[in-house]
């Protein structure tokens, strides 16, 4: 019994000296994947954002810290704010030309060269940030942009996530869906189309020029993000009225966009290493805004900010007007087409499952308090 045993054990011994050695040996024959024989590489990553948005120009650091701390500071990545090499709207531009090798942005602000991009971010009335991410990484989201993305010689990958944003603020109350007529309004993008059918004098302004603007009257309202952004900008001391949801942002990604002849040339192992930092930031972006727009909404509210709902009637009116504006550019643009239907689909879907799971459990909490 004991000699069997010893036996078996010995067998056992053995064979794991053997896989161990054959471990050792498949370790130093592929020595190229280890990190001391990667070459050193140091891009450059031009992003739309001031560094004062700390949250979303956090995303291009998380990237960028990441990416050297997992390389052991032989991959770096330096990033620059709106407007230090390029303007925050000529990100994609730059990376196509090779100006940079990398950048951080929105899809959605270059709907000007494939009006489809504007999936890639978010539209009015579509995900949110989880749907978002669900059709991006298993619904046929990302492989759909990445194709897209090949035609400027680019790869794209989700790197962040703002999370529903808040639906701006106004310096008077709008209940009917006629008290949107003629107002003067800061919302741009596809939201801003939305609004110019429903009435919206529709106004272009940069980030840094809102509160100005809504203080002297110039507009009447103003969209920016949420809760923990307006307050930075102190929009809550220029309008009394806060009005959610943010129907036309619910859930927008911010992209990592690669130049693909940079991304060529990186190992295999960099690859990888950049793809996870990205994951990372889709990821750690929305956590921090989901935990520091709650708190900064309760700070808004003890200064005295209104927050109201959009009625039932401006949203549907907005809804109604933004799925004809999808099928417009359904009409005149097959890429925009494909995409949009298979996207509908699965709005479709991933809404009526999270009915029944997300929000039916979401309603309750906020119905029965402890
Ligand atoms: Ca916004």
Same mark, same amino acid.
């Given at each position: 019994?004991?000699?069997?045993?010893?036996?078996?054990?010995?067998?056992?011994?053995?064979?794991?000296?053997?896989?161990?050695?054959?471990?050792?040996?498949? %370790?130093?024959?592929?020595?190229?994947?280890?990190?001391?024989?990667?070459?050193?590489?140091?891009?450059?990553?031009?992003?739309?954002?001031?560094?004062?948005?700390?949250?979303?120009?956090?995303?291009?650091?998380?990237?960028?810290?990441?990416?050297?701390?997992?390389?052991? =500071?032989?991959? %770096? !990545?330096?990033?620059? *704010?709106? =407007?230090?090499?390029?303007?925050?709207?000529?990100?994609?531009?730059?990376?196509?030309?090779? %100006?940079?090798?990398?950048?951080?942005?929105?899809?959605?602000?270059?709907?000007?060269?494939?009006?489809?991009?504007?999936?890639?971010?978010?539209?009015?009335?579509?995900?949110t940030a989880q749907q978002?991410?669900?059709?991006?990484?298993?619904?046929?989201?990302?492989?759909?942009?990445?194709?897209?993305?090949?035609?400027?010689?680019?790869?794209?990958?989700?790197?962040?996530?703002?999370g529903a944003q808040m639906g701006?603020?106004?310096?008077?109350?709008?209940?009917?869906?006629?008290?949107?007529?003629?107002?003067?309004?800061?919302?741009?993008?596809? $939201?801003?189309?939305?609004?110019?059918?429903?009435?919206?004098?529709?106004?272009? !302004?940069?980030? $840094?020029?809102?509160?100005?603007?809504?203080?002297? $009257?110039?507009?009447?309202?103003?969209?920016? !993000?949420g809760p923990y952004?307006?307050q930075?900008?102190?929009?809550?001391?220029?309008?009394?009225?806060y009005y959610y949801p943010g129907?036309?942002?619910p859930g927008?990604?911010?992209?990592?966009?690669?130049?693909?002849?940079?991304?060529?040339?990186?190992?295999?192992?960099? *690859?990888?290493?950049?793809?996870?930092?990205?994951?990372?930031?889709?990821l750690?972006?929305p956590a921090q805004y989901n935990a520091l727009n709650g708190k900064a909404l309760k700070e808004l509210q003890q200064k005295g900010t209104k927050l109201r709902a959009y009625?039932t009637?401006?949203?549907?009116?907005?809804?109604?007007?933004?799925?004809?504006?999808?099928?417009?550019?359904?009409?005149?643009?097959? %890429?925009?087409?494909?995409?949009?239907? *298979?996207?509908?689909?699965?709005?479709?879907?991933?809404s009526d499952w999270n009915q029944i799971n997300e929000l039916s459990f979401s309603r309750f909490i906020s119905q029965n308090s402890v």
């Open positions: 019994m004991k000699r069997r045993q010893f036996i078996r054990n010995s067998a056992i011994a053995a064979g794991s000296t053997t896989a161990l050695a054959a471990c050792s040996q498949a %370790t130093n024959s592929s020595s190229e994947n280890t990190t001391s024989s990667l070459p050193n590489v140091r891009w450059r990553m031009a992003t739309s954002w001031p560094n004062s948005l700390d949250t979303i120009y956090g995303g291009a650091e998380t990237i960028a810290k990441r990416v050297e701390a997992m390389t052991g =500071g032989k991959f %770096t !990545i330096e990033t620059y *704010q709106a =407007g230090e090499i390029v303007p925050a709207l000529q990100v994609l531009d730059a990376v196509q030309s090779g %100006t940079v090798e990398c950048g951080h942005t929105a899809s959605y602000y270059y709907i000007g060269k494939n009006p489809a991009l504007a999936f890639g971010t978010t539209v009015p009335f579509g995900l978002q991410n669900a059709w991006l990484y298993y619904g046929g989201g990302l492989e759909a942009m990445q194709k897209i993305y090949a035609d400027f010689n680019v790869i794209n990958f989700p790197a962040g996530n703002s701006g603020w106004f310096n008077q109350e709008i209940n009917a869906l006629s008290d949107l007529n003629g107002l003067k309004m800061r919302i741009p993008g596809l $939201g801003g189309k939305v609004m110019s059918r429903l009435g919206v004098n529709v106004q272009n !302004i940069g980030g $840094g020029e809102i509160y100005l603007a809504l203080e002297r $009257g110039a507009i009447d309202a103003a969209e920016w !993000i952004d307006d930075k900008l102190g929009l809550h001391e220029a309008a009394d009225f129907w036309w942002e927008p990604t911010f992209d990592l966009q690669v130049s693909r002849s940079a991304w060529d040339k990186l190992p295999k192992a960099y *690859q990888e290493t950049l793809k996870a930092a990205a994951m990372e930031a889709n750690n972006m009625s009637e401006i949203m549907q009116a907005a809804q109604k007007a933004a799925f004809e504006i999808y099928e417009e550019n359904a009409s005149e643009d097959a %890429t925009f087409k494909e995409i949009y239907e *298979q996207w509908k689909d699965f709005r479709d879907q991933v």
